[in-house]
């Protein structure tokens, strides 16, 4: 073969490897004429995915629907894609499940609350991102937690999400039968996140596991709910377990975003702001005011992460 061929060759193939696509693990998807994103009021059949969102490189989501709008209209001002004042359009307007908004390369979705609402959102996003042909995509979860041993505030950069026993996995049922899947999360991808922090400097960050849980109350070793056979002593001691296990913050979401972003071959990072310290009590006591400026805090770090990959900083 020529030198000229084979270099050509070799040019193709190192350009091709730097594209990484949306992996679907479901060989049924292939022989569907159309695929019906009920949740999002969107379909391959009545929507142009390629042309809507083939340009799509990095994915927001988070539990709010008001959250996800306010992150839209930010980063479109981060970006200077946005005009003052401008409205965005939510883009499953024709559902009440979720929203979502989109400006230049990004992507801002709700999932609402807890493990089974992320999972159906997730699904219908995964399948959304292959048929619009996007690749290197990147998929962040932004949202708010429960801390331990950390001031309220401070934010939490997921290493690995683990269940309620601090194991590093995911478990459902499926056809009758217990499937555990891995719940880690992209190393590289949570060092530079916390390398933006540091160029930010604005708030205290730090790497650590999460745990996910089935439930607010109970499930996260609160006093306040409506049900509690425990005592304070057995709520203490459970927390200092977690918390000496590596655990730093409890959320409802982040091991199944993990599990089903690594079956997809999505790159991923969980980030949150922590609302309190569970060591501390479990009522959100903070001011409005306060909160709101806690919630802020994941969106400007990965807004920054994403100025920074587009050159902007």
Same mark, same amino acid.
């Given at each position: 073969?020529?030198?000229?061929?084979?270099?050509?060759?070799?040019?193709?193939?190192?350009?091709?490897?730097?594209?990484?696509?949306?992996?679907?693990?479901n060989?049924?998807?292939?022989?569907?004429?159309?695929?019906?994103?009920?949740?999002?009021?969107?379909?391959?059949?009545?929507?142009?995915?390629?042309?809507?969102?083939?340009?799509?490189?990095?994915?927001?989501?988070?539990?709010?629907?008001?959250?996800?709008?306010?992150?839209?209209?930010y980063?479109?001002?981060?970006?200077?894609?946005?005009?003052?004042?401008?409205?965005?359009?939510?883009?499953?307007?024709?559902?009440?499940?979720?929203?979502?908004?989109?400006?230049?390369?990004?992507?801002?979705?709700?999932?609402?609350?807890?493990?089974?609402?992320?999972?159906?959102?997730?699904? +219908?996003?995964?399948?959304? #991102?292959?048929? @619009?042909?996007? &690749?290197? *995509?990147?998929? $962040?979860?932004?949202?708010? /937690?429960?801390?331990?041993?950390?001031?309220?505030?401070?934010v939490?950069?997921?290493?690995?999400?683990?269940?309620?026993?601090?194991?590093?996995?995911?478990?459902?049922?499926?056809?009758?039968?217990?499937?555990i899947?891995?719940?880690d999360?992209?190393?590289?991808?949570?060092?530079?996140?916390?390398?933006?922090?540091?160029?930010?400097?604005?708030?205290?960050?730090?790497?650590?596991?999460?745990?996910?849980?089935?439930?607010?109350y109970?499930?996260?070793?609160?006093?306040?709910?409506?049900?509690?056979?425990?005592?304070?002593? +057995?709520?203490?001691?459970? #927390?200092?377990? @977690?918390?000496? &296990?590596? *655990?730093?913050? $409890?959320?409802?979401?982040? /091991?199944?975003?993990?599990?089903?972003?690594?079956?997809?071959?999505?790159?991923?990072?969980?980030?949150?702001?922590?609302?309190?310290?569970?060591?501390?009590?479990?009522?959100?006591?903070?001011?409005?005011?306060?909160?709101v400026?806690?919630?802020q805090?994941?969106?400007?770090?990965?807004g920054?992460?994403?100025?920074?990959?587009?050159?902007?900083?």
């Amino acid at each position: 073969m020529a030198p000229g061929i084979s270099n050509e060759k070799k040019t193709e193939d190192e350009q091709s490897s730097k594209e990484n696509f949306i992996h679907l693990c479901n060989p049924h998807l292939e022989k569907m004429e159309e695929d019906i994103l009920y949740h999002f009021a969107l379909g391959t059949g009545t929507h142009d995915f390629p042309a809507l969102f083939g340009d799509v490189k990095f994915v927001c989501v988070g539990g709010s629907p008001s959250r996800m709008k306010a992150f839209i209209t930010y980063i479109a001002e981060e970006l200077g894609l946005g005009s003052p004042g401008y409205e965005y359009p939510n883009i499953c307007a024709g559902t009440d499940r979720y929203a979502m908004y989109k400006v230049g390369p990004v992507l801002s979705v709700s999932h609402g609350m807890g493990i089974p609402s992320i999972s159906i959102m997730l699904h +219908e996003l995964i399948k959304l #991102l292959h048929h @619009a042909k996007c &690749s290197n *995509v990147t998929i $962040i979860r932004i949202g708010t /937690s429960g801390g331990i041993g950390l001031e309220p505030g401070s934010v939490v950069i997921t290493r690995q999400s683990v269940d309620a026993t601090f194991k590093p996995q995911f478990e459902q049922v499926i056809l009758g039968k217990t499937v555990i899947r891995s719940t880690d999360l992209d190393e590289q991808l949570a060092k530079e996140l916390m390398q933006c922090s540091k160029e930010i400097n604005q708030f205290n960050t730090v790497i650590g596991s999460t745990m996910c849980t089935l439930d607010f109350y109970e499930g996260q070793g609160r006093l306040d709910g409506a049900i509690c056979l425990y005592t304070e002593e +057995e709520k203490l001691q459970y #927390l200092k377990e @977690a918390y000496d &296990s590596g *655990v730093r913050n $409890i959320e409802m979401e982040s /091991s199944v975003f993990a599990a089903m972003c690594n079956l997809s071959g999505v790159k991923a990072a969980v980030v949150c702001v922590t609302l309190l310290n569970r060591l501390r009590g479990d009522q959100i006591s903070s001011s409005h005011d306060i909160l709101v400026e806690y919630q802020q805090r994941p969106q400007r770090l990965v807004g920054y992460f994403i100025k920074k990959r587009l050159g902007k900083v």
